[in-house]
């Protein structure tokens, strides 16, 4: 079964940078095959999704975000990170690590989602 | 980019209803489609894939269909654990987009 599991503060303030951690269990990073995701969802909203990170390092993320953000992936300690600079109140909201379909197009669904960390923006 | 839209954004169902939500996406995604059920408190939970595909472990009443830029997820008899809010996703090109959620209330 596999398992993911964000850590990170759950306070941030204005201007600083929003940093979390996914760690993965059950599923070798390394090995292949998926993309490593984050995605957020506004309190009381819908889904957004944020960007990926592969088990190369290789990066795609959402237009809306992608000047603020940077990713990264761990192979040894089987985990991943993100990093969003400039928070606003705008990034408060419930982020989410999943594991994503990587084959082909058609694949890019979530299988596996960690249980989510609440992130507040306020000084 | 593509975008999902779903509807209707509630319904109001009872115990053994029939249940269905339409996504429609903005351009043809041939089947590249994932639907989610997400329980307050708790991460979204990957129910449907590839339109009609049911995901290992999940309840055959839910059933997915449609091609093209119109999909279906039907609940076929609602279960009391059915009550949560429903998304669709298009999995074919990249940002992935989400539809703006369905939630199954009861009646």
């Known amino acids: 079964q596999v398992q993911l599991q964000e850590s990170g503060p759950g306070l941030v303030k204005p201007s600083q940078t929003l940093s979390l951690t996914c760690s993965v269990a059950?599923?070798?990073?390394?090995?292949?095959?998926?993309?490593w995701s984050w995605l957020r969802q506004h309190p009381g909203k819908g889904l957004e999704w944020i960007g990926y990170?592969?088990?190369?390092?290789?990066?795609y993320y959402n237009p809306s975000l992608k000047s603020r953000l940077t990713m990264s992936v761990d192979t040894s300690e089987n985990h991943f990170s993100l990093a969003l600079t400039f928070v606003t109140a705008a990034d408060t909201a419930l982020y989410y690590c999943?594991?994503?379909?990587?084959?082909?197009?058609?694949?890019?669904?979530?299988?596996?989602w960690g249980q989510g960390v609440l992130v507040t923006v306020s000084s | 980019d593509i975008q999902m839209t779903q509807s209707p954004s509630s319904v109001s169902a009872s115990v053994g209803d029939r249940v269905t939500i339409t996504c429609r996406a903005s351009?043809?995604?041939?089947?590249?489609v994932a639907w989610y059920q997400q329980k307050p408190g708790k991460a979204p939970q990957l129910l449907i894939y590839?339109?009609?595909n049911v995901q290992t472990g999940v309840s055959s009443r839910f059933i997915g269909t449609g091609a093209g830029t119109d999909f279906t997820l039907t609940i076929t008899y609602l279960e009391p654990e059915d009550f949560a809010t429903y998304y669709c996703q298009q999995a074919s090109t990249f940002p992935p987009a989400f539809g703006g959620g369905t939630k199954v209330e009861s009646k």
């Open positions: 990170v592969s088990y190369r390092g290789t990066t």
């Open positions: 059950g599923d070798s990073i390394g090995n292949g095959g998926y993309y």
């Open positions: 351009q043809d995604i041939s089947r590249w």
């Open positions: 999943a594991r994503q379909g990587a084959a082909a197009p058609g694949t890019y669904y979530f299988d596996y």
């Open positions: 590839a339109a009609s």
